[in-house]
Protein backbone atom coordinates (compact mmCIF):
# COMPACT_ATOMS: atom_id res chain seq x y z
CA UNK A 1 0.00 0.00 0.00
CA UNK A 2 1.50 3.69 -1.35
CA UNK A 3 1.22 6.05 1.85
CA UNK A 4 -0.98 8.03 -0.67
CA UNK A 5 -3.52 5.16 -0.16
CA UNK A 6 -3.41 4.49 3.01
CA UNK A 7 -4.10 8.14 3.84
CA UNK A 8 -7.06 7.88 1.52
CA UNK A 9 -8.85 5.12 3.40
CA UNK A 10 -8.12 6.95 6.66
CA UNK A 11 -10.29 9.63 5.64
CA UNK A 12 -12.92 7.15 4.41
CA UNK A 13 -12.31 5.31 7.70
CA UNK A 14 -11.56 2.35 6.32
CA UNK A 15 -9.28 -0.18 8.31
CA UNK A 16 -5.77 -0.30 7.64
CA UNK A 17 -2.58 -2.33 7.72
CA UNK A 18 -1.61 -0.25 10.31
CA UNK A 19 -2.46 3.45 11.45
CA UNK A 20 -1.05 6.27 9.24
CA UNK A 21 1.77 8.46 10.83
CA UNK A 22 3.43 11.55 10.23
CA UNK A 23 6.10 13.62 12.37
CA UNK A 24 7.07 17.08 10.58
CA UNK A 25 9.90 19.03 11.09
CA UNK A 26 12.91 20.34 11.65
CA UNK A 27 12.54 24.06 10.32
CA UNK A 28 15.12 23.95 7.72
CA UNK A 29 16.72 27.44 8.54
CA UNK A 30 19.69 27.01 6.34
CA UNK A 31 18.23 25.46 3.24
CA UNK A 32 14.61 27.38 3.32
CA UNK A 33 15.97 30.18 1.30
CA UNK A 34 17.05 27.68 -1.85
CA UNK A 35 14.21 25.98 -3.91
CA UNK A 36 16.34 22.97 -4.50
CA UNK A 37 18.25 23.22 -1.34
CA UNK A 38 14.75 23.08 0.84
CA UNK A 39 13.43 19.71 -1.65
CA UNK A 40 16.49 17.91 -1.19
CA UNK A 41 16.60 17.88 2.54
CA UNK A 42 12.43 17.65 2.25
CA UNK A 43 13.12 14.36 0.04
CA UNK A 44 15.97 13.33 2.13
CA UNK A 45 13.31 13.53 5.28
CA UNK A 46 10.64 11.52 4.00
CA UNK A 47 13.36 8.67 2.89
CA UNK A 48 14.88 8.32 6.20
CA UNK A 49 11.33 7.84 7.70
CA UNK A 50 8.44 6.71 5.56
CA UNK A 51 6.06 9.49 7.11
CA UNK A 52 2.43 9.11 5.38
CA UNK A 53 1.98 12.85 4.46
CA UNK A 54 4.94 15.15 3.76
CA UNK A 55 4.00 18.41 5.87
CA UNK A 56 6.61 20.92 3.79
CA UNK A 57 8.32 22.96 6.26
CA UNK A 58 9.04 26.23 4.44
CA UNK A 59 10.22 28.98 6.46
CA UNK A 60 7.03 30.53 8.76
CA UNK A 61 7.74 33.60 7.51
CA UNK A 62 7.86 33.21 3.65
CA UNK A 63 4.25 34.87 2.81
CA UNK A 64 5.10 38.30 4.53
CA UNK A 65 8.41 37.99 3.15
CA UNK A 66 6.74 37.56 -0.14
CA UNK A 67 4.83 41.20 0.20
CA UNK A 68 8.35 42.92 1.15
CA UNK A 69 8.70 42.34 5.03
CA UNK A 70 12.38 42.64 6.11
CA UNK A 71 13.68 38.95 6.84
CA UNK A 72 17.33 38.29 8.11
CA UNK A 73 19.04 35.86 6.00
CA UNK A 74 19.63 32.56 8.45
CA UNK A 75 22.97 32.12 9.10
CA UNK A 76 23.55 29.32 11.40
CA UNK A 77 21.32 26.05 12.04
CA UNK A 78 19.30 27.62 15.35
CA UNK A 79 18.10 30.70 13.54
CA UNK A 80 14.61 30.59 12.68
CA UNK A 81 12.73 33.17 10.45
CA UNK A 82 10.08 34.01 12.67
CA UNK A 83 11.89 35.02 15.42
CA UNK A 84 14.12 37.24 13.79
CA UNK A 85 12.12 39.74 11.84
CA UNK A 86 13.96 42.67 11.06
CA UNK A 87 10.56 45.22 10.33
CA UNK A 88 7.00 44.43 9.77
CA UNK A 89 5.45 45.35 6.19
CA UNK A 90 2.20 47.16 8.59
CA UNK A 91 2.84 49.71 11.18
CA UNK A 92 -0.12 51.71 10.98
CA UNK A 93 -3.63 51.08 9.81
CA UNK A 94 -3.15 52.94 6.85
CA UNK A 95 -0.65 50.80 5.95
CA UNK A 96 -2.87 47.92 4.93
CA UNK A 97 -4.07 50.46 2.17
CA UNK A 98 -0.72 49.98 0.03
CA UNK A 99 -0.84 46.51 -0.43
CA UNK A 100 -1.93 44.56 -3.52
CA UNK A 101 -2.97 41.29 -4.22
CA UNK A 102 0.00 39.39 -6.00
CA UNK A 103 0.49 36.59 -8.55
CA UNK A 104 2.92 33.83 -7.92
CA UNK A 105 4.71 34.50 -10.98
CA UNK A 106 7.43 37.28 -10.56
CA UNK A 107 7.04 36.69 -7.01
CA UNK A 108 10.50 35.37 -6.21
CA UNK A 109 9.46 33.76 -2.86
CA UNK A 110 6.56 32.44 -4.09
CA UNK A 111 8.45 31.13 -7.29
CA UNK A 112 10.94 29.27 -4.90
CA UNK A 113 8.10 28.01 -2.64
CA UNK A 114 6.56 26.27 -5.16
CA UNK A 115 9.56 24.81 -7.02
CA UNK A 116 9.98 23.00 -3.81
CA UNK A 117 6.50 21.46 -4.43
CA UNK A 118 7.34 20.69 -7.83
CA UNK A 119 10.67 18.82 -7.04
CA UNK A 120 9.24 16.58 -4.44
CA UNK A 121 6.27 15.84 -5.65
CA UNK A 122 8.59 14.48 -8.88
CA UNK A 123 10.64 12.97 -6.88
CA UNK A 124 8.03 10.58 -4.82
CA UNK A 125 5.90 10.36 -8.15
CA UNK A 126 2.13 10.39 -6.39
CA UNK A 127 3.16 7.81 -3.69
CA UNK A 128 3.24 10.65 -1.25
CA UNK A 129 0.60 13.35 -0.53
CA UNK A 130 2.52 16.62 -0.12
CA UNK A 131 0.92 19.24 1.90
CA UNK A 132 2.31 22.78 1.65
CA UNK A 133 2.14 24.86 4.81
CA UNK A 134 -0.19 28.20 4.71
CA UNK A 135 -1.46 30.09 7.63
CA UNK A 136 -4.90 31.66 8.00
CA UNK A 137 -5.65 34.90 7.25
CA UNK A 138 -5.85 36.83 10.50
CA UNK A 139 -2.37 34.83 11.31
CA UNK A 140 -0.41 35.95 8.03
CA UNK A 141 -2.17 39.67 9.45
CA UNK A 142 -0.63 38.87 12.49
CA UNK A 143 2.58 38.23 11.15
CA UNK A 144 2.71 41.59 9.37
CA UNK A 145 2.09 43.80 12.22
CA UNK A 146 3.91 42.33 15.60
CA UNK A 147 4.25 38.46 14.97
CA UNK A 148 3.95 36.22 17.65
CA UNK A 149 5.65 38.77 20.38
CA UNK A 150 3.34 41.61 19.94
CA UNK A 151 -0.35 39.70 18.90
CA UNK A 152 -1.97 42.46 20.49
CA UNK A 153 -1.31 44.77 17.55
CA UNK A 154 -3.09 43.11 15.16
CA UNK A 155 -5.91 42.78 17.89
CA UNK A 156 -6.07 46.27 18.18
CA UNK A 157 -5.84 47.23 14.65
CA UNK A 158 -8.92 44.68 13.98
CA UNK A 159 -10.87 47.02 16.54
CA UNK A 160 -9.84 50.20 15.69
CA UNK A 161 -8.97 50.58 12.41
CA UNK A 162 -11.36 47.77 11.13
CA UNK A 163 -11.94 49.20 7.59
CA UNK A 164 -8.44 49.31 6.74
CA UNK A 165 -7.43 45.60 8.27
CA UNK A 166 -10.74 44.37 5.90
CA UNK A 167 -9.28 45.36 3.34
CA UNK A 168 -5.86 44.57 3.85
CA UNK A 169 -7.24 40.59 5.02
CA UNK A 170 -9.20 40.55 1.52
CA UNK A 171 -5.44 40.97 -0.20
CA UNK A 172 -4.25 38.39 1.69
CA UNK A 173 -6.82 35.87 0.82
CA UNK A 174 -6.74 36.59 -2.94
CA UNK A 175 -2.73 36.17 -2.35
CA UNK A 176 -3.10 32.76 -0.57
CA UNK A 177 -5.65 31.66 -3.14
CA UNK A 178 -3.32 32.61 -6.16
CA UNK A 179 -0.39 30.92 -4.28
CA UNK A 180 -2.38 27.50 -3.29
CA UNK A 181 -3.49 27.04 -6.64
CA UNK A 182 0.01 27.55 -7.81
CA UNK A 183 0.86 24.89 -5.32
CA UNK A 184 -2.12 22.25 -6.29
CA UNK A 185 -0.55 22.69 -10.36
CA UNK A 186 2.92 21.90 -8.77
CA UNK A 187 1.64 18.51 -7.67
CA UNK A 188 -0.19 19.40 -3.78
CA UNK A 189 -2.58 16.78 -2.80
CA UNK A 190 -3.92 19.71 0.17
CA UNK A 191 -2.57 21.71 2.37
CA UNK A 192 -1.64 22.25 6.17
CA UNK A 193 -3.26 25.80 7.14
CA UNK A 194 -1.89 26.73 10.42
CA UNK A 195 -3.82 28.43 13.30
CA UNK A 196 -2.80 30.27 16.13
CA UNK A 197 -5.10 29.14 18.27
CA UNK A 198 -4.00 31.87 21.12
CA UNK A 199 -4.47 34.53 18.76
CA UNK A 200 -7.81 33.43 17.90
CA UNK A 201 -8.98 33.55 21.53
CA UNK A 202 -7.23 37.25 22.27
CA UNK A 203 -9.64 38.07 18.86
CA UNK A 204 -12.45 37.12 21.09
CA UNK A 205 -15.26 35.17 19.31
CA UNK A 206 -17.38 37.74 17.61
CA UNK A 207 -14.16 39.13 15.61
CA UNK A 208 -12.89 35.46 15.62
CA UNK A 209 -15.74 34.68 13.81
CA UNK A 210 -16.21 37.81 11.34
CA UNK A 211 -12.62 37.42 10.47
CA UNK A 212 -10.50 34.57 11.31
CA UNK A 213 -13.52 31.78 10.70
CA UNK A 214 -14.87 33.34 7.84
CA UNK A 215 -11.89 34.36 5.99
CA UNK A 216 -10.24 30.79 6.64
CA UNK A 217 -13.66 29.36 4.94
CA UNK A 218 -13.77 31.47 1.48
CA UNK A 219 -9.51 30.20 1.06
CA UNK A 220 -10.29 26.12 1.57
CA UNK A 221 -13.47 26.45 -0.28
CA UNK A 222 -11.67 27.95 -3.40
CA UNK A 223 -9.02 25.40 -3.81
CA UNK A 224 -11.12 22.11 -1.64
CA UNK A 225 -12.65 20.53 -4.89
CA UNK A 226 -8.84 20.61 -6.29
CA UNK A 227 -7.52 19.12 -3.49
CA UNK A 228 -8.53 15.80 -1.11
CA UNK A 229 -6.49 16.22 2.32
CA UNK A 230 -6.84 19.67 3.55
CA UNK A 231 -5.44 19.47 7.56
CA UNK A 232 -6.16 22.52 10.10
CA UNK A 233 -3.45 22.67 12.33
CA UNK A 234 -4.54 24.39 15.62
CA UNK A 235 -1.49 25.55 17.21
CA UNK A 236 -1.48 25.80 20.87
CA UNK A 237 -3.55 27.88 22.47
CA UNK A 238 -3.56 29.43 26.23
CA UNK A 239 -3.46 27.83 29.84
CA UNK A 240 -7.64 27.84 29.85
CA UNK A 241 -9.12 24.15 28.68
CA UNK A 242 -12.57 25.96 28.35
CA UNK A 243 -11.50 28.26 26.35
CA UNK A 244 -8.94 26.23 23.84
CA UNK A 245 -11.73 23.94 23.61
CA UNK A 246 -14.04 26.44 22.41
CA UNK A 247 -12.08 27.74 20.24
CA UNK A 248 -10.91 24.28 18.35
CA UNK A 249 -14.18 24.02 18.49
CA UNK A 250 -15.08 26.66 17.10
CA UNK A 251 -12.99 25.41 13.53
CA UNK A 252 -14.51 21.60 13.12
CA UNK A 253 -17.40 23.37 10.86
CA UNK A 254 -14.69 24.54 8.54
CA UNK A 255 -14.86 22.78 5.10
CA UNK A 256 -11.02 20.60 5.68
CA UNK A 257 -10.68 16.78 6.38
CA UNK A 258 -8.17 16.47 8.96
CA UNK A 259 -7.76 18.51 12.37
CA UNK A 260 -4.38 18.66 14.35
CA UNK A 261 -3.67 19.47 17.92
CA UNK A 262 -2.05 18.72 21.00
CA UNK A 263 -4.69 16.55 22.33
CA UNK A 264 -2.28 14.72 24.67
CA UNK A 265 -1.89 18.22 26.50
CA UNK A 266 -4.73 16.84 28.91
CA UNK A 267 -5.23 19.85 31.21
CA UNK A 268 -5.48 22.37 28.42
CA UNK A 269 -6.81 20.55 25.70
CA UNK A 270 -9.78 18.60 25.07
CA UNK A 271 -9.02 14.86 24.16
CA UNK A 272 -9.75 13.05 21.33
CA UNK A 273 -12.92 11.61 23.03
CA UNK A 274 -14.33 14.82 23.14
CA UNK A 275 -13.50 15.75 19.74
CA UNK A 276 -14.75 12.44 17.98
CA UNK A 277 -18.47 13.54 19.53
CA UNK A 278 -18.32 16.92 17.94
CA UNK A 279 -16.73 15.95 14.13
CA UNK A 280 -16.06 12.69 11.77
CA UNK A 281 -13.42 14.11 10.47
CA UNK A 282 -9.82 12.69 10.76
CA UNK A 283 -7.65 13.39 13.67
CA UNK A 284 -3.81 14.27 13.95
CA UNK A 285 -2.20 13.71 17.10
CA UNK A 286 -1.84 11.56 19.50
CA UNK A 287 1.69 11.55 20.84
CA UNK A 288 3.01 14.23 23.39
CA UNK A 289 5.69 16.23 21.66
CA UNK A 290 8.18 18.87 22.59
CA UNK A 291 7.24 22.50 22.66
CA UNK A 292 10.70 23.43 23.07
CA UNK A 293 12.63 24.32 19.83
CA UNK A 294 12.54 21.15 17.47
CA UNK A 295 15.34 18.85 18.29
CA UNK A 296 16.67 20.24 21.69
CA UNK A 297 15.16 17.14 23.59
CA UNK A 298 17.36 17.50 25.98
CA UNK A 299 15.61 20.15 27.79
CA UNK A 300 12.22 18.41 28.09
CA UNK A 301 11.29 15.33 30.45
CA UNK A 302 9.24 12.76 29.50
CA UNK A 303 6.49 14.54 31.34
CA UNK A 304 6.52 16.31 28.63
CA UNK A 305 8.18 15.31 25.61
CA UNK A 306 6.97 10.98 24.86
CA UNK A 307 10.28 10.65 23.18
CA UNK A 308 12.37 11.79 26.05
CA UNK A 309 13.70 9.54 29.05
CA UNK A 310 17.43 6.88 28.85
CA UNK A 311 15.55 3.63 28.82
CA UNK A 312 14.50 2.76 25.50
CA UNK A 313 12.14 -0.09 26.80
CA UNK A 314 10.19 2.89 28.49
CA UNK A 315 10.07 4.74 25.81
CA UNK A 316 8.55 2.18 23.91
CA UNK A 317 6.05 1.15 26.21
CA UNK A 318 4.79 4.93 26.54
CA UNK A 319 4.51 5.21 22.78
CA UNK A 320 2.88 2.14 22.42
CA UNK A 321 0.25 3.48 25.06
CA UNK A 322 -0.41 6.37 23.28
CA UNK A 323 -0.72 4.81 20.13
CA UNK A 324 -3.53 2.59 21.46
CA UNK A 325 -5.13 5.26 22.99
CA UNK A 326 -5.17 7.57 20.02
CA UNK A 327 -6.92 4.24 18.17
CA UNK A 328 -9.31 3.94 20.72
CA UNK A 329 -10.41 7.49 21.47
CA UNK A 330 -10.13 8.62 17.61
CA UNK A 331 -11.26 5.73 15.91
CA UNK A 332 -9.71 4.22 12.19
CA UNK A 333 -9.88 8.67 10.92
CA UNK A 334 -6.63 8.93 12.71
CA UNK A 335 -3.01 9.95 11.82
CA UNK A 336 -0.80 9.23 14.47
CA UNK A 337 1.35 12.28 14.86
CA UNK A 338 2.75 15.23 17.25
CA UNK A 339 0.08 18.20 18.51
CA UNK A 340 2.71 20.31 16.33
CA UNK A 341 6.36 20.17 14.81
CA UNK A 342 7.87 17.08 16.27
CA UNK A 343 11.62 15.69 15.27
CA UNK A 344 13.50 13.37 17.94
CA UNK A 345 15.28 11.27 14.91
CA UNK A 346 17.37 8.90 17.36
CA UNK A 347 13.78 7.69 18.81
CA UNK A 348 11.81 7.89 15.33
CA UNK A 349 13.16 3.84 15.03
CA UNK A 350 11.47 2.88 18.66
CA UNK A 351 8.19 4.62 17.40
CA UNK A 352 8.90 2.54 14.43
CA UNK A 353 9.30 -0.74 16.03
CA UNK A 354 5.67 0.34 17.92
CA UNK A 355 4.09 0.68 14.45
CA UNK A 356 5.79 -2.85 13.23
CA UNK A 357 4.69 -4.53 15.95
CA UNK A 358 0.42 -3.05 15.80
CA UNK A 359 0.45 -3.98 11.86
CA UNK A 360 1.55 -7.75 13.10
CA UNK A 361 -1.21 -7.70 15.28
CA UNK A 362 -3.68 -6.28 12.86
CA UNK A 363 -2.49 -9.21 10.22
CA UNK A 364 -2.94 -11.94 12.53
CA UNK A 365 -6.41 -10.91 13.73
CA UNK A 366 -6.84 -10.47 10.10
CA UNK A 367 -6.08 -14.00 9.10
CA UNK A 368 -8.03 -15.52 12.12
CA UNK A 369 -11.38 -13.35 11.39
CA UNK A 370 -10.79 -14.50 7.42
ZN1 LIG B 1 1.96 24.40 15.82
Given amino acids: MTHRERLMKAVKGEWLDRPCSAFWGPHYNLEEA ?8 TIANQQAYGWDFIKVMESGMYFPEAFGQDMPANITEDMQSWVNVEKFIINHGKDWLKLKPLQVKGNKIFERNVEVIKRVADHFQGDVPILPTVFSPVSMAGEMTGGFFDEAKIVSMIQYDTKEVEYGLSVIEETLVNLMNAYIDAGADGFFF ?12 DAFMEFEHAGSERVINAVKDRTWFNMAHLCNGRFDKEENTKFIEGCLDLPFDAFNYSNTWTEIMPSFTDIRKKTDKVLVGGIKHSAMPLGRISWNSPKDNDFCGKDREVIKTRLRERVDTAIEEAGNKLVIAGGCGCFEPHRFCVFDEVMEEVAEERAKMHRTEN
Fill in 34 to 41: NARDLAYA
Fill in 194 to 205: GFQNGLNAKLGW
